[in-house]
């Protein structure tokens, strides 16, 4: 592996757990952990005492990809599974969450799934 490599994988390891030592999800206020792909982006929520998903969605979810136009933008896609999240964990009486974005920087895709969580009823 090129040394370059080797190192952008370190700073991003670093990156991850500097934001998780600081965020934990509990049963009233769950963790949502977003993930993303080149071609895909997943959310889930979490229970981090119980080591327990409460529920999750990503662009391959059924119910998101019926709501999914063929050259819809990744990130126009990042929204539908923002909002998505955000109905599924309301109708399981959740409203506060800890937002976790991994690796990524707030930005882009990341950004706009966690706008329209807040849009769909969520606290964070």
């Known amino acids: ?3 370059r490599l080797h190192q952008k ?9 500097r934001i998780r030592k600081k965020i934990s999800g509990t049963k009233d206020r769950p963790r949502l952990v977003v993930y993303k792909s080149l071609k895909h982006i997943y959310a889930q929520l979490v229970n ?3 080591g327990q ?6 662009s391959l979810t ?8 063929n050259g819809l933008s ?9 909002l998505t999240i955000a109905r599924k964990a309301i109708e399981k009486g959740i409203k506060q969450i800890v ?3 991994s690796i990524y920087p707030y930005h882009g ?12 009823g969520l606290k964070f």
């Open 48 to 50: 981090d005492l119980n």
């Open 74 to 82: 990744k990130t126009k896609v990042s929204e539908v599974v923002g």
């Open 109 to 120: 895709r990341i950004k706009a799934l966690a706008e329209k969580a807040r849009e769909g």
């Open 99 to 101: 937002f976790d974005r």
């Open 9 to 17: 994988k370190l700073r991003a390891e670093k990156r991850k757990y």
């Open 53 to 58: 998903v409460l529920t999750g969605v990503s």
């Open 1 to 3: 592996m090129p040394d």
């Open 62 to 69: 059924p119910e998101v990809k019926k709501q999914i136009k």
